[in-house]
């Protein structure tokens, strides 16, 4: 059974770096295309995908948050996502999910930068 | 702006038919599967059509997807109150590199 679960801070202040951890099971990152996911939704607004991780140096990054953005493995079943200078319009729910068929999510994790 | 163009929100009665339109381009719809999501407020988005047309297991046949050329959609048939949530559609992009959603569609059962 796969399962993933967002935790870290749920308040931030601006200019400060986010970090959130991505704990998995039920799968394991690997070279051939399994990974993990992260996808934001400010409140009341759509789904945004911010990168993803498949093995060590395998990642890829939205474009217009990728000199802010790193995914990397901590663990065999942690993925760590950091978000450096962050703005209010940061704020956001973040999931992580099962990547890249994204069929399983976390429960999400609202952050607030204030 | 979202790459993935829906219309904000459909209503439909109960029992009835409704679809929910996803339009793109080349780089994304035209040449990559489609995948639909089910999100009900304060949840996480549910998966329920990928690679275009496929339901995995526990989706009922109720929820539909199809694609052609740019366009793709989803399609609910005898609705119940229980389907009003928000819906996303979702693909890769090859230009931008990386997946991108459309801007999610209300559905709002009468």
Do not use: M
């Not at chain 1, 911010?50 to 093995?55: A, M, S, V």
């Amino acid at each position: 059974q796969i399962t993933l679960k967002e935790s870290g801070p749920t308040l931030v202040k601006p200019t400060q770096t986010l970090t959130l951890t991505c704990t998995f099971s039920g799968f394991s990152l690997s070279p051939s295309g399994v990974g993990v996911g992260w996808i934001r939704q400010p409140p009341g607004k759509a789904l945004e995908w911010l990168g993803n991780i498949f093995w060590e140096n395998d990642q890829r990054y939205n474009s217009a948050l990728k000199s802010r953005l790193r995914i990397t493995r901590d663990t065999e079943k942690q993925v760590v996502l950091r978000l450096t200078n962050v703005d209010p319009a940061d704020t956001a729910t973040y999931f992580c999910a099962h990547f890249p068929a994204l069929d399983y999510w976390g429960q999400g994790i609202l952050v607030t930068v204030s | 702006q979202s790459v993935l163009t829906q219309p904000p929100s459909v209503s439909a009665a109960p029992g009835r038919k409704v679809t929910i339109s996803c339009s793109g381009s080349d780089s994304n719809i035209g040449n990559n599967y489609v995948s639909w999501y089910q999100q009900f407020p304060g949840t996480a988005p549910k998966l329920l059509i990928y690679d275009n047309n496929k339901r995995p297991s526990g989706i009922p046949d109720r929820f539909s997807g199809s694609k052609s050329g740019t366009s793709a959609t989803l399609g609910i048939t005898g609705l119940q109150t229980g389907d009003e949530a928000d819906y996303y559609c979702g693909t890769w992009d090859s230009s931008l590199i990386g997946v991108v959603f459309g801007g999610g569609t209300k559905l709002t059962v009468l």
